[in-house]
């Protein structure tokens, strides 16, 4: 290992990984995004039981001015007729806390950090941190897999898959993606307890990651061996995914999907809007569109696809666990979107930098050294045994 990390390329994959994530944090402190979740998430923070809805609606708003700029206001109360209702009506901004209260951890780890620097720069802070934590990990997943002179592919990986837009985002999808990919990369070394950790953390986190870990649970029960880190999982972070959603008041799935895709209504008091089969039919073929006309991840999805159709006709292998994780993101991907169709990529990243990282280990692993000179240095470039 030693002499794997003082080969010049390793090193110099190594410093370009460090370099791309230390830029990628220093402009998530110094140029943050100011989305409208992120009101939503400081008034989530400062609330408490039995507060009076206008002391709360005042106190985020005020929090939240002090935070960004004059444009950056302007946008966020008056942009639209939803974000002008919610500037000016206390009781419809707090109908729409359900929708937020639901990401538990993400919630307790920026109230953490609070009591330091307020709520704005809290929410700022822990998604600055989880990309410095979602970059180490994949700077020791590059070792473990002695792929550092890989680090490249990792970058562009990471690139693609929009880490730095989600690192500049006042929302949780960062911090749970770091739960996610260590998680996933721990069940493909075979660490089962460690992943179901990571995991559940992931799904308190986000509980639409569960989407993921049940999809993870039946691969592994239909291919075997079953992993039972797996299974826990997923039985653990559905019983706290319902719990939560009951305490936190989440309006259910219907009413988000129909809030998210067909009509932002101005407030959720007494809306209840019946299922329709064509509502929701519209609203997936609606959000298709949206997702293949303005985001690139479909596009990346479909690159990471023909890159795993091409490793395997190269005769690629890969290990069990692997093929499993594999699979299982492209079935989630799929899934999640049918359940709930979101365009924006953020709700893709974890998933497409999951897929990613496993196939540039695979392929480090099984095409050996870029520098024949690291033969010599006990590089080992052994291929895996055959997945599912």
Same mark, same amino acid.
């Given at each position: 290992?030693?002499?794997?990390?003082?080969?010049?390329?390793?090193?110099?994959?190594?410093?370009?990984?460090?370099?791309?994530?230390?830029?990628?944090?220093?402009?998530?402190?110094?140029?943050?995004?100011?989305?409208?979740?992120?009101?939503?998430?400081?008034?989530?923070?400062?609330?408490?039981?039995?507060?009076?809805?206008?002391?709360?609606?005042?106190?985020?708003?005020?929090?939240?001015?002090?935070?960004?700029?004059?444009?950056?206001?302007?946008?966020?109360?008056?942009?639209?007729?939803?974000?002008?209702?919610?500037?000016?009506?206390?009781?419809?901004?707090?109908?729409?806390?359900?929708?937020?209260?639901?990401?538990?951890?993400?919630?307790?780890?920026?109230?953490?950090?609070?009591?330091?620097?307020?709520?704005?720069?809290?929410?700022?802070?822990?998604?600055?941190?989880?990309?410095?934590?979602?970059?180490?990990?994949?700077?020791?997943?590059?070792?473990?897999?002695?792929?550092?002179?890989?680090? &490249?592919?990792?970058?562009?990986?990471?690139?693609?898959?929009?880490?730095?837009?989600?690192?500049?985002?006042?929302?949780?999808?960062?911090?749970?993606?770091?739960?996610?990919?260590?998680?996933?990369?721990?069940?493909?070394?075979?660490?089962?307890?460690?992943?179901?950790?990571?995991?559940?953390?992931?799904?308190?986190?986000?509980?639409?990651?569960?989407?993921?870990?049940?999809?993870?649970?039946?691969?592994?029960?239909?291919?075997?061996?079953?992993?039972?880190?797996?299974?826990?999982?997923?039985?653990?972070?559905?019983?706290?995914?319902?719990?939560?959603?009951?305490?936190?008041?989440?309006?259910?799935?219907?009413?988000?999907?129909?809030?998210?895709?067909?009509?932002?209504?101005?407030?959720?008091?007494?809306?209840?809007? &019946?299922?329709?089969?064509?509502?929701?039919?519209?609203?997936?073929?609606?959000?298709?569109?949206?997702?293949?006309?303005?985001?690139?991840?479909?596009?990346?999805?479909?690159?990471?696809?023909?890159?795993?159709?091409?490793?395997?006709?190269?005769?690629?292998?890969?290990?069990?666990?692997?093929?499993?994780?594999?699979?299982?993101?492209?079935?989630?991907?799929?899934?999640?979107?049918?359940?709930?169709?979101?365009?924006?990529?953020?709700?893709?990243?974890?998933?497409?930098?999951?897929?990613?990282?496993?196939?540039? *280990?695979?392929?480090?692993?099984?095409? *050996?050294?870029?520098?024949?000179?690291?033969?010599?240095?006990?590089?080992?470039?052994?291929?895996?045994?055959?997945?599912?």
């Amino acid at each position: 290992m030693t002499n794997l990390i003082r080969h010049p390329a390793a090193v110099a994959g190594a410093l370009l990984l460090i370099l791309y994530t230390a830029t990628v944090c220093a402009v998530a402190v110094a140029f943050p995004d100011a989305n409208w979740d992120m009101i939503a998430y400081v008034a989530s923070i400062l609330e408490q039981p039995g507060i009076d809805p206008a002391s709360l609606h005042a106190q985020t708003y005020d929090m939240v001015r002090q935070k960004v700029s004059d444009g950056q206001y302007l946008v966020l109360t008056e942009d639209r007729p939803y974000r002008i209702r919610q500037a000016d009506d206390p009781v419809a901004f707090l109908s729409m806390l359900g929708f937020y209260r639901v990401k538990l951890l993400y919630l307790e780890a920026a109230q953490l950090l609070s009591g330091w620097l307020g709520p704005v720069d809290a929410l700022r802070a822990v998604s600055a941190l989880s990309a410095a934590a979602f970059g180490a990990l994949t700077l020791f997943w590059l070792i473990d897999q002695r792929a550092l002179a890989y680090a &490249p592919l990792a970058i562009i990986v990471l690139v693609l898959s929009g880490f730095g837009a989600v690192a500049r985002a006042a929302t949780p999808d960062m911090f749970s993606a770091f739960f996610l990919l260590a998680g996933m990369l721990l069940f493909v070394q075979g660490r089962d307890i460690a992943a179901a950790a990571f995991l559940i953390v992931a799904v308190l986190a986000r509980p639409d990651h569960l989407s993921l870990v049940g999809v993870l649970m039946v691969m592994s029960i239909v291919f075997r061996p079953v992993s039972w880190g797996a299974v826990g999982a997923f039985l653990i972070g559905l019983v706290a995914y319902v719990l939560i959603s009951r305490a936190s008041g989440h309006p259910g799935w219907w009413i988000q999907l129909y809030f998210s895709n067909v009509e932002f209504v101005p407030t959720l008091e007494g809306f209840d809007p &019946p299922f329709s089969v064509v509502t929701y039919a519209v609203a997936l073929v609606r959000t298709v569109v949206r997702a293949v006309v303005e985001q690139q991840w479909p596009a990346v999805l479909l690159l990471l696809i023909f890159l795993l159709a091409l490793m395997l006709r190269r005769n690629f292998t890969f290990t069990r666990p692997e093929a499993i994780a594999l699979f299982s993101v492209l079935v989630a991907i799929p899934a999640r979107f049918v359940l709930l169709p979101l365009y924006e990529g953020r709700f893709y990243f974890a998933y497409l930098a999951v897929f990613g990282l496993i196939l540039v *280990g695979a392929f480090a692993r099984q095409t *050996g050294p870029i520098f024949a000179s690291e033969h010599a240095r006990g590089v080992r470039s052994t291929p895996s045994s055959a997945g599912p």
